[in-house]
Structures are given as structure tokens and as C-alpha cells.
């Protein structure tokens, strides 16, 4: 038998949108996985990430909650965000860091913080990568600090890292989203 994981998660694509598309029409519901099985199966058919075109995004959040801000699940949250130059980084790189946050995610490596996971974001774009983990309730700062601590060390990842609350990222002057926590 499949070995079940704890949560159903859902894979999303947004494709570049042909100029003046409305960017949700952009973003597509690839399909759901809930086995160890299949989410190998899954990630060993789609594209890697780093061959994307860039302005493709790809999500895998828990089934049912929208990769977007305004979804119920996400309205009060936030992201820990993670960049990549892209002059700086291969695409082994990014695709390595990519998988190793996923399956943080569907193995539930936050401990009892696992529940305020919604998802996570990969943006391929042409100079700047970025990956982000959303979680439900930017208020939880202990809890946030734990998922960021985690991540690093998962993935290794040296440079800093920036949660920010998504009302404040829609509101965004450039990149200077206010920041809530650093790691
Ligand atoms: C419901 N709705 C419209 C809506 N809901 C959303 O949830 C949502 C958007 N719109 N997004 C739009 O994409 C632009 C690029 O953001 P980016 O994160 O791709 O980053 P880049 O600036 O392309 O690097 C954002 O500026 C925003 O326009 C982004 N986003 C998450």
C-alpha cells in the first residue's frame, strides 16, 4: 500500500500572462497528491523549476487553500521569504532548495507549528528566484521563528531570510515589503 502522508496537498502553475490577462486566470490547479508515492511521481513528471520561463510560478499548498493572498487561509498570514540571485546561483541550486522546503512541508517537519503551514511558493523570474512559505497567522511569532529555523537548516541556506505579513507585501513599495522577523 501507498504510504499516506499527513495532509492533501494541491500543486498549482501560474504561467506568464499574455499582457493584460487577469493575473488569476494565470494561475492553474495542476492537481492533488496525499501519498509519498505519488508526490515522487508528481515531481518526477513535472518541469524542474529552473527551467521554467521565467514569470512561471509553481505552488503546492494543503488541498483546498488558494496560493493567494486574499484566500481565508492566507488573509492574516504571511511568508518567510527566500531570494536568489539568479547571477549568483545554479539551477541545481534552486531546484535542490525547492525540493528539500517541499518536503518539510508534507513531512510535516515543524512539529506541532505544522499546522499553521498553508503552502509554499516558488517564483522563477529573470534576475531575482524567490521561494516562500506561507503560513496562516503572522501574529505567531514563536511559532514563525521555529518554521524559519527549520527551513534554514533544512536547506542550508546562509543569507538572511524575511517573514513579512502579506497585507503588508500587497502594499509593497518595491522590495521594501516591511519585515516582521529576520532571520
Ligand atoms: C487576486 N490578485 C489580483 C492577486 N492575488 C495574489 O495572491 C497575488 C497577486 N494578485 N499577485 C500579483 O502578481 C504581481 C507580482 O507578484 P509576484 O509575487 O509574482 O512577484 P514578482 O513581483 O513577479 O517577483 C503582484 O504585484 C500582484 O499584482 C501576486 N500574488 C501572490
Known sequence: PKHPLQNQWQLWYFRP???GS???DNLLD???F???EDFWALYNHIELASHLNAGSDYSVFKYGIRPMW???KNKAGGRWLFTFNKKATSGRQIDETWLEVLLCLIGEAFGEDS???C???INIRAKMDKISVWTNDFKRVQSITNIGKILKQRTGY???ITYEAHSDTIVKTGSMAKHLLQL
Do not use: K, L, S, Y
Open 17 to 19: 500572462g499574455a499582457r
Open 22 to 24: 487577469a493575473w488569476e
Open 30 to 32: 495542476v492537481t492533488h
Open 34 to 36: 496525499d501519498t509519498v
Open 70 to 72: 486574499e484566500d481565508e
Open 115 to 117: 499546522d499553521q503551514i
Open 119 to 121: 503552502g509554499a511558493v
Open 158 to 160: 546562509t543569507p538572511g
